[in-house]
């Protein structure tokens, strides 16, 4: 029955969303939406969302399915940017092709990664703590790297009048409909994972690797292709915020900020569940954008080494930096919701928001099956 | 051996002893607690802040707050982990990195909202002041970080060893259970060590105050260095994580020598740490020895 319901709930949702552009500057959706919000502005966030769900989803098959912590996928992000990039830039290739080169790159990093780490036996904090360096290692060549521009990265070749090879569009609503389906893609690919053999042997490997060795999962296998896909999808989405963004730079996308977005929406979620990295991301984006707009005015326009610098009293500094904080401080007020959200969730519902709303819809029928 | 190579080891055992105070004391929550701590650098930057803050406000000297920010920080790392930390020893290796994950995030973001994103200097009058050894310039800001780092392991060393408190911290790295069974207060021996090994990465952030400088971003870097220090040394190892410091320090100083640019030397640090969790994932001198 649930399940039944939570199928007409998402099909509403997705019917939504399809037709969400039609209606974007439509007085309804400018009446609903806080601050009127509308056209462009509205589809961007939405780009947003399924951008972040898709990178979230890549992330679920091998830091949720198969429970190896990743904190590096920023990497693969970056390095399906760059490869797609290249192609484009230098040999004119579509970035419609161009993705899928990069997939292909990504995958064979992935799988090389995981084939060093996982054939030396590395499990758990030091798969993590591996992750971590093959970002910063990525980041710093790329940083130095001068035929893929160092440190001032790619400004991608801007078209007046983009033809759709070019994978630039002039209005958002193209992009929204190629984030969505890649949205789309990625649940249905997870969810075929979820119930093939492929995603026993995940799941066993995340219960038990040890037990799963025993009754003859091949566990090593299993692994490396879990991270090669994820990789491979993360790779996809860096071609699609290349395009997107028109402009790529490793320190803005290989960074750990970046590794920690990713697996964000699926740990909030939660991880290894099929809808968990998408329901993250609903939560997670609007909740940054809107306390961006609320709390972000722009600040007092004084910066904080002039107020220190400042002739004033002790007393007086201190009333202008409260009037500082007050008017947004020095930004990155969505971040803190963000880690604070991952504390809480790491605490108090440790499987992520799906699987506790799942377990509370069991307590509450339990309690309601014992007074009946 | 030449003049710019003999430059190179001497800063790298400099600025190495100050990584020691760091890795000390990520290896020592390891050791006792069992957590790994991905906001290790983050406390490192709240120090750093603090003394730059102690310094542009009240012309305090960083080496002053240095001796504040003993009992302070440790008070922090008390208070953070009978709140934060404390639900989630025992738990899975995941779910804790997760938690500290998320603490990291919050305090980077914390200290870009408080403290604005742009990068700050602490200066000091003494702060260019060099001496000559044996043809390498030498400064006393970067003298005196490793003198303090070094003097602050060498007692935490003689505390873990000769005190009750440090004998009960060790009897719980070696083994919780037996702990607790010849009644040692386990909840409170977390407390101790989480706020020692917090004491020690903010003073190691405020000795550097006075060379480096200091933004809401510095923490990860010093993180991630730790690991590869606490790695090398071999987890929970205490004189393994000296050793491996000043090895890191070296090798990122003759690494800036050697790589086309000076900023590739991290790469070195990053290569060598893989290389040791794939063939000799005990470290170099074996784990939790300490």
């Known amino acids: 029955m649930a399940a039944l319901r939570a199928n007409w709930f998402y099909l509403a949702v997705l019917i939504g969303l399809l037709i969400l552009p039609a209606y974007a500057e439509s007085e309804f959706v400018t009446a609903v939406m806080p601050r009127g919000l509308s056209g462009s502005a509205l589809l961007h966030i939405f780009v947003l969302i399924f951008f972040f769900a898709f990178m979230s989803q890549a992330w679920n098959i091998i830091g949720g399915f ?27 290739l579509t970035p419609w092709l161009g993705m899928f080169v990069a997939a292909v790159f990504t995958a064979l990093v992935g799988a090389g990664l995981g084939l060093i780490s996982f054939h030396y036996g ?25 035929f893929v521009g160092a440190a001032n990265g790619i400004l991608l070749p801007f078209s007046p009048n983009p033809t759709f090879w070019e994978f630039q569009f002039t209005s958002k609503e193209p992009y929204y409909y190629i984030a969505l389906a890649m ?32 009754v003859g999962v091949p566990t090593k296998r299993c692994k490396v292709q879990a991270i090669a ?44 569940t099929v809808m968990g990295p998408i329901v993250g991301a609903f939560i997670l984006i609007p909740v940054g954008e809107a306390t961006r707009v609320i709390f972000e005015g722009g600040g007092t326009g004084t910066s904080l080494s002039t107020l220190i610098a400042a002739d004033m009293s002790f007393g007086d500094k201190f009333v202008a930096y409260l009037d500082y904080l007050a008017a947004g401080g020095g930004g990155g007020l969505a971040i803190i919701l963000y880690g604070c959200l991952l504390m809480v969730v790491v605490l108090g519902m440790p499987g992520g928001v799906l699987p506790w709303l799942a377990g509370l819809r069991a307590r509450a029928r339990r309690r309601a099956e014992a007074s009946a | 051996m030449s003049d710019v190579y003999l430059q190179a ?16 004391g990520l290896t020592l929550i390891f050791g006792v607690m069992d957590i790994i701590n991905f906001a290790h650098g983050e406390f490192l930057m709240f120090g750093m802040y603090g003394a730059f803050f102690a310094s542009a406000l009240f012309g305090i000297d960083p080496y002053l707050s240095a001796v ?5 920080f440790f008070a922090i790392g008390w208070a953070v982990q009978g709140v934060l930390i404390r639900p989630v020893v025992g738990k899975s290796h995941a779910i804790q990195i997760l938690l500290t994950l998320g603490l990291s995030l919050l305090m980077q973001a914390l200290a870009q909202f408080l403290f604005s994103a742009d990068f ?94 200091v933004a809401p971003v510095v923490g990860p870097k010093f993180t991630l260095v730790a690991f590869v220090i606490v790695v090398l040394g071999g987890l929970g190892n205490i004189p393994g994580a000296v050793a491996g410091a000043l090895i890191v320090g070296v090798v990122e100083s003759v690494g800036a020598l050697v790589m086309p640019s000076p900023s590739l030397k991290d790469l070195a640090v990053y290569v060598l740490f893989i290389l040791v969790l794939l063939f000799r994932p005990q470290g170099l001198f074996g784990g939790k020895g300490a």
Do not use: N
């Not at chain 1, 990743?70 to 230098?90: E, K, L, M, Q, R």
């Open chain 1, 229 to 272: 896909l994820s990789a491979a999808l993360a790779g996809l989405g860096g071609t699609f915020y290349a395009q997107y963004t028109q402009y790529i730079v490793p320190d803005d996308m290989v960074v750990g900020r970046v590794s920690v977005e990713i697996l964000l929406g699926a740990v909030i979620g939660g991880a290894g």
């Open chain 2, 120 to 213: 700050q200097s602490l200066k000091v009058d003494y702060g260019s002041a060099t001496f000559d050894l044996s043809g390498a310039r030498v400064s006393y800001t970067r003298l005196a970080a490793f003198a303090i780092s070094m003097g602050m392991c060498a007692a935490l060393w003689v505390f873990l060893q000769r005190t009750d408190t440090g004998k009960a911290l060790r009897a719980c790295a070696e083994e919780h259970e037996g702990a607790q069974a010849v009644g040692i207060d386990i909840a409170r021996m977390y407390k101790i060590a989480f706020g020692l090994g917090i004491a020690c990465v903010a003073i190691a952030g405020i000795v550097m105050t006075p060379f480096f400088y």
């Open chain 1, 183 to 214: 949205m789309l893609a990625s649940i249905a690919l997870v969810a075929w994972i979820a119930r093939s053999r492929f995603g026993y042997y995940l799941h066993a490997i995340r219960q038990d690797e040890d037990a799963a060795e025993a």
């Open chain 1, 122 to 146: 590395l499990k758990g904090p030091f798969f993590a703590l591996v992750t971590v360096a093959f970002a910063e290692i990525t980041r710093l060549i790329l940083l130095h790297w001068e």
């Open chain 2, 9 to 24: 080891l001497i800063s790298g055992l400099m600025i190495g002893g100050v990584y020691a105070l760091v890795a000390v």
């Open chain 2, 68 to 72: 504040m920010a003993l009992p302070l």
């Open chain 1, 66 to 92: 198969a429970g190896q912590l990743s904190i590096g996928h920023a990497a693969f992000f970056g390095i399906g940017a760059y490869v797609s990039t290249i192609c484009y830039v230098h040999l004119g």
